[in-house]
């Protein structure tokens, strides 16, 4: 049933202007302009001592350029494009993205790396090696890798190839990743042999399952960002990346009778479920555009689900299917995870494009209710620092993938202007920086940092996987980890 805009209206006003926040992350923001106080703990000891108990203090640098971490944290190198090499002997392919953890055998674990890598593969280093029986179109460069890693021992093979531009993705109740192809290309454009813009599974435990990659089609071809599931209702959320219009937040309802499990996606039809896109409304009942409109931290959205006209976009892009008044859109819909009963969903930023300008917002969706709730806001930066020291440690913008931390409140990974940061926020809202990148991939003169992804705790939560996408280095930091205050 859906949500209307008068039973939201109605809703509003019996609780009041403000309908209730919910999920683990009350109101975060950060950077000049932001809405609400920041604790960024690494500007020196005085500040750190100043919020005891929040955060792990300053950062300190790196002797070996690679990574600032709080005292007490240490790294390991786990991936390094262009120098670790899979079982097959070919180098571990570059430009790290989207990650998840799960249980491996006799306590290992295993992570699914997507790596972003759009058109031929002759436009890259090491794309990801076409393996026998694991390609879907051998003239596309990304797909995913899947590493195991010990205690003294780390091991990587490929997962699926021969897919374009895995960005993000999700992992799944039942233990597989799906990776989403952040694309439009039609067999024919940019070297493809194959249409992409499509979901695809992978199974970090069973590498038999993986053989013959088949898109997901039932979940909509389009330039697909990230993906979460529902355990509870079985519902998919994905988001997509997208300007020309903006992009669109999506749900994909399984048919009557459907059970998920290992491989089962794969075997839908085409056509099988109902894909939708949102259009949201406010307390007056009012149609809301775009999600930059939201200004203040707590904003409240009413929303419901409009069915989308040709999910393969056979002739229009799925986003261009709907009229001006029809949905809402939203600038860099990034990355989501599932937690606390919903989805936390990124906006990375708005500018000349959208209504309001930011520099990122992190939105609940809440399905019980149905409603969207806006957590995080950063106000737009206008002075960004590439200097690397503490000054710049406040200064967070450009969210991109983002974890439910088993500490408490999120990690979310950077991917703004100037440095790059893993950072922290409270349940109250409270920021704290976790790591810094020091890989300076530019010049002395003009220095350049590389966006982190692929944030994601280990299963017993004492190891948090990151990676720098450029040159594509995967990442296990390890520490005092605390739960942190409110």
Do not use: Q
């Given at each position: 049933m859906s949500l209307t805009r008068r039973d939201f209206a109605r809703t509003s006003a019996i609780t009041g202007a403000g309908v209730a926040l919910t999920g683990s992350v009350g109101a975060l923001a950060t950077t000049p302009n932001a809405l609400a106080s920041t604790d960024t703990e690494s500007v020196g000891e005085e500040k750190a001592a100043a919020h005891p108990g929040i955060g792990y203090g300053p950062l300190v640098p790196d002797p070996n350029g690679i990574l600032a971490l709080p005292a007490g944290f240490t790294y390991r190198v786990i991936t390094h494009s262009g120098r670790t090499r899979l079982e097959s002997g070919e180098f571990t392919p570059s430009n790290h993205d989207g990650t998840a953890t799960f249980d491996g055998p006799r306590g290992?674990?295993?992570?699914?790396?997507?790596?972003?890598?759009?058109?031929?593969?002759?436009?890259?280093?090491?794309?990801?090696?076409?393996?026998?029986?694991?390609?879907?179109?051998?003239?596309?460069?990304?797909?995913?890798?899947?590493?195991?890693?010990?205690?003294?021992?780390?091991?990587?093979?490929?997962?699926?190839?021969?897919?374009?531009?895995?960005?993000?993705?999700?992992?799944?109740?039942?233990?597989?990743?799906?990776?989403?192809?952040?694309?439009?290309?039609?067999?024919?454009?940019?070297?493809?042999?194959?249409?992409?813009?499509?979901?695809?599974e992978v199974d970090p435990a069973d590498r038999r399952a993986n053989r013959d990659p088949q898109p997901i089609k039932?979940?909509?071809r389009y330039a697909h960002e990230a993906v979460v599931v529902d355990p509870k209702r079985g519902h998919l959320y994905l988001t997509e990346d997208a300007d020309s219009p903006n992009g669109l937040f999506y749900r994909w309802t399984p048919p009557t009778g459907f059970q998920h499990g290992r491989g089962r996606l794969r075997t839908l039809a085409a056509d099988v479920g109902r894909l939708q896109a949102f259009k949201c409304f406010d307390s007056g009942g009012m149609f809301v555009d775009d999600l930059s409109r939201a200004t203040r931290i707590g904003t409240v959205y009413g929303v419901d689900w409009l069915d989308v006209p040709d999910r393969d976009a056979r002739t229009t892009s799925v986003r261009k299917q709907f009229d001006t008044g029809q949905v809402t859109r939203a600038r860099k819909l990034e990355g989501m995870w599932w937690g606390d009963g919903g989805a936390y969903v990124v906006s990375s930023y708005a500018r000349a494009e959208s209504p309001v300008q930011h520099d990122g917002q992190v939105w609940f969706y809440d399905p019980k209710r149905r409603t969207l709730t806006l957590k995080v806001l950063l106000g737009v930066d206008s002075g960004p620092s590439n200097r690397g020291g503490a000054d710049a440690e406040g200064a967070f913008d450009g969210p991109d993938n983002i974890t439910v931390s088993p500490y408490g409140g999120l990690v979310i990974a950077e991917d703004g202007d100037g440095i790059q940061h893993l950072f922290g926020a409270t349940d109250s809202g409270r920021t704290y920086p976790i790591a810094r990148n020091e890989l300076n991939i530019g010049t002395v003169e003009e220095p350049e940092?590389?966006?982190?992804?692929?944030?994601?705790?280990?299963?017993?939560?004492?190891?948090l996987f990151a990676n720098i996408q450029e040159p594509g280095i995967m990442l296990a930091i390890t520490g005092p980890w605390k739960r942190q205050k409110r």
């Open positions: 290992a674990t295993l992570l699914v790396n997507n790596h972003e890598l759009k058109g031929p593969r002759a436009n890259w280093a090491h794309p990801v090696p076409l393996t026998e029986g694991l390609v879907y179109d051998p003239a596309a460069s990304g797909g995913c890798t899947v590493v195991e890693v010990r205690r003294d021992h780390v091991a990587e093979w490929v997962g699926i190839a021969g897919t374009s531009t895995n960005c993000a993705g999700g992992n799944t109740p039942w233990g597989t990743w799906l990776t989403c192809e952040e694309t439009e290309d039609t067999a024919g454009r940019n070297g493809m042999t194959k249409d992409h813009g499509y979901v695809f039932a979940l909509g940092y590389s966006e982190f992804t692929g944030v994601t705790f280990s299963p017993d939560g004492r190891t």
